[in-house]
């Protein structure tokens, strides 16, 4: 009930209402604070002057009353006015609740009666101090107002509720907790007052006293005293004037006033009032219970705001020290480039004064025997040595003048740090307001009807849900590794049919799409669980899905170098199930990412030219040579099959395939081979130094060959020297067994050597090292050679 207290206070004096009467615009005062704004208007104002000098102006036509019933003129001898010019133009103050009060224009005067009963000047005026609507008074007076006896009744109630306990009512100073109340004289009396005041005895004596609390509420309980009349004022309401909407008396009914009106009972219409007032409350309740629920979720938006402020500020920084991180990365890596280069001028300076040094003792000392010779006197002697002599002297001549006495390194490092669009693209760093102008397209469905395996690939479709109306700018197929790993994404386009090729044999792998366009990326569709197979010898099966033949699938190489089979261990069936994925990935994912170093899975971006025989155990894989990642001396051509350099230094190339897992063979033939070059072949990391031989670094594992034998070469470290060399025409094999975790090389089908290297794991890719004088041309897709696979089925 306390937000109700605002209703039940007086706007001009603040407190609660005291003996309220109600004005015509609805709104209700204290009628003494009604006294107390009373303003008086001139003469020639009033609505008798009005009348006496026929103005056809009516007194209503100053306000627009939005249709609320006014007491008429012509009935109250009051009218209402939007506004009274000729009212003295004094300042407006405000009450205790913040409403325009407009003071008297002159002081009330002194009368000995109450204000109630007190005369009101002549042609007053009285301004609502809530709706600012002013109403001239009749010879009535304040009198002419109807008491509000029902606000009445609701503040003795709300009053009577907030009192924590009933107190004496005889008490002249701080009064006591009452202890009885005296029905007849309806007065509470504390023990001290009842005994002085209400001595029981005498006709006190037949009074009866009942408990606070219970006279409390025999008082709620008693009769209200019977409104009277306004114009009458001994005659009580009886009948209610529908067209005046005010009850009357039967005097009023006789008189004429409202002889002509309409006019109902009263307690009909008591019931009728209440009822629409009962209705409107429900809606108001309605409306006061759909506040009370928005505050609630403003009052969770404030929550929610601050736990996504906490969050997003944390996301923020981890972000920017992500960065910073980087940076610190890339500028330890950058420095240890130029350590290297440092350590590398400073070797090559070394030794060319070693060499120097050593020569220009030689030389000083064939100067010294020189010049001793010369000081014989024997020529016979002489002549014996002089010619050889001559010829020394002149060779070492020639030998100081081939560039001998030239730097073979400059002081200047031959790096230049470029950091300007780094910095640009962290001055153009700021946080993106994304505002999503359509929907996100609706999740895909993949359809099984149209999905079948065939050899070593699976066919996978998919279509946008019947009843989306949000267009598709593309799909995403993404795949795992077949170990539970992380998914990776396959295909980025606009098709909705993908053929992947090339998975490993008994592995189960899951596959999902998801749509894209401007706005964002749809939700996963189910996850689609291929069962590969390790049964080799089952005949071919595709799938009892009928594909259609006008529908040509868009073919696309798996990041796995294995042959992919999709026949179940159990013949005749193929396995597929559906799971929801509550994952959601980003959109832009490259589909790089796959050739990342530290991946561990194969991937595989070359065409797929041919399917492979599915009976085989041991997979093959297709792959060229990759020039994103090779040394820009290296000259690449024939669809990136052959491979040969601009400079006489060794350099470097990677396959594009990397490899994990599975058994993998590969050849190379020498297509040109001049001036006995040692070319190295074999397999690498992707981070491998591209501009020394392969071998140099912990990162390669390699052969290297000249034209009469060759040497196994890890990490600098030369080991198995083997007679056997290669020419033009030469062919080279390489056995990556990841199986057995080794690597064996061939030369010519014979094997060269024993096994090269054992314990190999991780991600290997393809490699070789030459110069110049060497060509060589990649030949993939090739069947491990007979007598391994025999020696591997009996192992």
Same mark, same amino acid.
């Given at each position: 009930? +306390? ?69 008429? +003129? ?31 224009? *002159?002081?009330?005067?002194? !009368? ?5 009963? &007190? ?93 606070? %609390? ?47 009106? +309409? ?5 009909? *219409? ?43 500020? &944390? ?5 920017? @020290? ?53 000081? +014989? ?18 060779? !070492?001549? @020639? ?27 962290? #001055? ?52 795992? @590794? ?28 899951? %596959? ?31 799938? $009892? ?11 696309? *190489? ?18 597929? =199930?559906?799971?929801?994925? $509550? ?12 050739? &990342? ?23 093959? &894989? ?8 090779? #040394? ?43 001036? #006995?070059? @040692? ?47 290669? !020419? ?25 050597? $024993?096994?090269?290297? =054992? ?37």
């Amino acid at each position: 009930m +306390e937000e109700m207290e605002e209703e039940l206070k007086c706007p001009v004096c603040g407190s609660f209402y005291r003996e309220p009467i109600i004005l015509p615009c609805s709104h209700n005062l204290c009628q003494a604070c009604a006294r107390n704004i009373l303003v008086q208007t001139p003469e020639s104002e009033s609505p008798q002057s009005r009348r006496a000098s026929g103005s056809g102006v009516s007194d209503y036509d100053y306000l627009d009353l939005d249709k609320m019933s006014l007491y008429s +003129e012509a009935d109250s001898g009051y009218g209402s006015y939007g506004g009274f010019a000729s009212a003295p133009t004094t300042p407006c103050q405000k009450s205790p609740n913040g409403v325009r009060v407009f003071p008297p224009a *002159m002081p009330p005067p002194a !009368t000995h009666l109450s204000p109630a009963l &007190a005369p009101v000047p002549r042609n007053s005026c009285i301004t609502c101090p809530q709706c600012h609507r002013s109403l001239i008074l009749d010879d009535r007076g304040l009198r002419g107002f109807p008491k509000n006896r029902v606000l009445e009744g609701v503040i003795d109630r709300y009053q009577q509720s907030k009192a924590a306990a009933l107190k004496c009512q005889l008490c002249e100073k701080a009064p006591k907790e009452a202890t009885v109340m005296c029905e007849q004289c309806d007065v509470f009396y504390c023990d001290p007052c009842r005994l002085r005041c209400h001595p029981p005895r005498g006709p006190l004596a037949k009074h009866r006293l009942v408990p606070p %609390a219970q006279g409390r509420v025999s008082r709620r309980l008693s009769p209200r005293k019977v409104s009277t009349c306004t114009d009458h004022e001994l005659e009580n309401h009886s009948m209610y004037c529908v067209q005046c909407k005010m009850p009357v008396c039967y005097q009023c009914l006789e008189e004429g006033k409202h002889s002509s009106h +309409e006019v109902k009972a009263l307690g009909a *219409m008591w019931k009728l009032h209440k009822s629409q007032l009962s209705q409107a409350l429900n809606g108001l309740s309605d409306r006061a219970k759909e506040a009370k629920e928005f505050l609630v979720q403003l009052r969770n938006m404030v929550q929610q705001i601050q736990e996504n402020s906490v969050e997003f500020e &944390a996301c923020l920084v981890a972000q920017c @020290d992500a960065l910073i991180d980087a940076l610190n990365r890339r500028k330890a890596q950058l420095l240890a480039r130029v350590n290297k280069e440092h350590e590398h001028k400073l070797k090559v300076v070394r030794d060319q004064i070693s060499h120097c040094t050593v020569k220009l003792r030689q030389t000083t000392g064939l100067m010294e025997y020189c010049l001793e010779v010369i000081k +014989e006197n024997d020529p016979s002697g002489f002549l014996q040595i002089s010619d050889a002599l001559i010829r020394r002297v002149h060779l !070492t001549e @020639d030998q100081w003048g081939k560039g001998t006495l030239t730097p073979r390194m400059t002081t200047d490092f031959d790096l230049s740090l470029d950091n300007s669009p780094l910095l640009q693209s962290i #001055h153009q760093l700021d946080f993106v307001q994304v505002k999503a102008s359509s929907p996100v397209p609706a999740t895909p469905i993949l359809q099984l009807e149209e999905c079948c395996t065939h050899n070593n690939s699976a066919t996978l479709s998919w279509k946008q849900p019947p009843l989306s109306t949000v267009p598709a700018d593309g799909y995403i197929l993404e795949l795992d @590794d077949g170990n539970g790993g992380q998914f990776r994404e396959v295909y980025v386009g606009k098709e909705t049919m993908c053929t992947v090729d090339g998975l490993h044999f008994n592995s189960t792998y899951n %596959a999902r799409v998801k749509a894209f366009n401007k706005t964002g990326v749809s939700p996963y569709s189910k996850t689609l669980v291929l069962q590969t197979s390790e049964d080799t010898d089952s005949e071919e099966q595709t799938l $009892p899905f009928p594909v259609p033949s006008e529908r040509l699938p868009l073919r696309r *190489m798996s990041p796995f170098s294995s042959t992919l089979n999709l026949q179940p261990s159990f013949p005749g069936r193929s396995y597929f =199930d559906f799971r929801s994925s $509550p994952h959601q990935l980003s959109l832009h994912s490259s589909l790089q990412s796959l050739n &990342a170093p530290g991946c561990n899975f194969e991937t595989q971006s070359a065409p797929y030219s041919q399917l492979v025989d599915i009976k085989k155990l041991l997979a093959v &894989a297709w792959f060229a040579f990759d020039p994103g990642s090779a #040394h820009s001396d290296i000259i690449l051509s024939n669809d990136n099959l052959t491979v040969t350099c601009s400079s006489y230094d060794d350099r470097v190339v990677l396959g594009k395939t990397g490899f994990s897992k599975g058994v993998h063979y590969w050849e190379l033939t020498v297509d040109r081979y001049d001036n #006995h070059p @040692d070319p190295a072949f074999g397999v690498a990391r992707m981070d491998v130094m591209k501009d020394v031989m392969l071998g140099k670094d912990d990162k390669a594992w390699a052969m290297y060959v000249d034209n009469n034998r060759s040497w196994f070469m890890h990490n600098n470290s030369h080991t198995n020297r083997t007679e056997g060399g290669i !020419t033009k025409g030469a062919t080279i094999g390489v056995l990556l067994d990841l199986n057995r975790k080794n690597l064996t090389f061939f030369i010519n089908d014979e094997q060269q050597g $024993p096994i090269a290297f =054992d314990n190999v794991e991780g991600l290997f890719f393809p490699a070789v090292s030459l110069n110049r004088n060497v060509q060589v041309t990649l030949h993939t897709g090739l069947a491990v050679p007979d007598f391994y696979s025999s020696r591997a089925s009996i192992a």
